[in-house]
């Protein structure tokens, strides 16, 4: 299961324009699970997002999906280390994320469903659409993995590891 040529020239395209602010790269020097930084994380779970719309055919809106995703996990802290955030990170991340989002982007409705629902059923609100229910499981899914030090790479992400601020793809 693998992205087209042109999808995956879409999911860059799309991602491009984020990853150009430095806040954005700044996710690349926090660890988010295992070895994996939060920007490899949010870039994850954007590709596979993506991945599992096209594969399943549905009919979502693709820009919001893969930007939402991105930007999912974007509260910008180390939150191993119990100095650099306010308790409960787990409940309060995705309203940081969706804070600091809503300063650099204009974000569509979608876009806030995901960030803001994505730790569903965590956090006791659910997603109100189709692509923000992909996200929550897909975010489950690959943190699991990096979790257990087993994190799915992208092989067709490798042109672009400048981009991210990563050697690892
Ligand atoms: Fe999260
Ligand atoms: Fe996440």
């Not at 602010?21 to 596979?48: A, D, F, K, N, P």
């Not at 999906?65 to 991340?93: A, T």
């Not at 897909?138 to 092989?155: A, G």
């Amino acid at each position: 299961m693998k992205l087209t040529e042109i999808e995956n020239i879409y999911f860059h395209h799309q991602i491009q324009s984020l990853l150009k602010l430095s806040r954005i790269q700044e996710m690349g020097q926090y660890i988010q699970h295992g070895h994996t930084s939060c920007l490899e994380h949010c870039l994850t779970v954007s590709y596979y997002s993506f991945l599992l719309a096209k594969h399943l055919n549905l009919q979502i809106d693709e820009a919001s999906l893969i930007r939402g995703s991105l930007l999912h996990d974007f509260f910008l802290y180390d939150w191993h280390n119990p100095n650099s955030h306010q308790p409960f990170h787990g409940f309060r991340h995705p309203r940081i994320a969706y804070t600091n989002a809503s300063k650099y982007f204009h974000l569509t409705d979608i876009e806030a469903d995901i960030i803001l629902h994505h730790m569903w059923p965590l956090t006791p609100t659910p997603p109100h659409t189709k692509e923000a229910y992909i996200v929550t499981l897909v975010d489950k899914w690959c943190s699991l993995k990096e979790t257990f030090h087993r994190p799915c790479k992208i092989k067709s992400l490798s042109p672009y590891a400048c981009y991210y601020n990563t050697s690892t793809y």
